[in-house]
């Protein structure tokens, strides 16, 4: 009867584990999939878009914006920031759905689906890292990255175990 009850115990324990696992394997995903999605529409929607990075922006041009769009020959260049921040945030908002949709359909239940985007998204992830402090090392920006890269470890972590509990 010991040995009964000892087995249950372990499928239990290994379920429960399992579980868990799962949700933090897909769940941190997610948020990186929203948080896209969050800052694509505020790109998109708020009215001056580059100013969301000012010190940044004005850092790396080395000057304000004001002294910038002062110079008759940079007179449509507001407009054109404005088409440019669009369009990013439309890509970045696609990127964040596309991330979303792909965990919603497969709840990375498999390792090919686990594995799969978190290559994707490790290099990815590191490349912002990279840019963000080698060429716009004040943005407001960076401690967000940091956060998804918590996110995408959390992730990452619980994949690998999940992966071997599996086998």
């Known amino acids: 009867m010991d040995n009964v009850v000892a087995q249950s115990y372990i499928k239990i324990n290994k379920f429960m584990n399992s579980k868990l696992l799962h ?3 897909w769940m941190p995903l997610v948020i990186i999939g929203i948080s896209a999605v969050v800052l694509g529409v505020r790109w998109m929607v ?3 878009p580059w100013l969301l990075d000012k010190a940044a922006n ?10 910038l769009f002062s110079a008759d020959i940079n007179k449509n260049l507001p407009d054109y920031l404005l ?6 945030g439309f ?15 497969t ?25 963000g ?16 890269l ?10 690998v175990k999940l992966n071997k509990l599996e086998r």
């Open 23 to 25: 949700n933090l394997s």
């Open 46 to 48: 708020v009215q001056e």
């Open 58 to 67: 004005e850092n790396t041009l080395g000057l304000t914006f004001n002294e």
């Open 83 to 88: 088409i440019i921040y669009r369009f990013f």
């Open 91 to 105: 890509w970045v908002t696609g990127i964040g759905l596309l991330i979303t949709a792909y965990i919603l359909v």
């Open 107 to 131: 709840f990375m239940g498999t390792p090919k689906a686990r594995n799969g985007l978190l290559a994707v998204l490790g290099p990815f992830i590191s490349g912002m890292l990279y840019l």
């Open 133 to 148: 402090h080698t060429k716009i090392p004040i943005s407001p920006f960076i401690p967000l990255i940091y956060g998804l």
């Open 150 to 159: 918590v996110l995408y470890c959390v992730s990452l972590v619980a994949s």
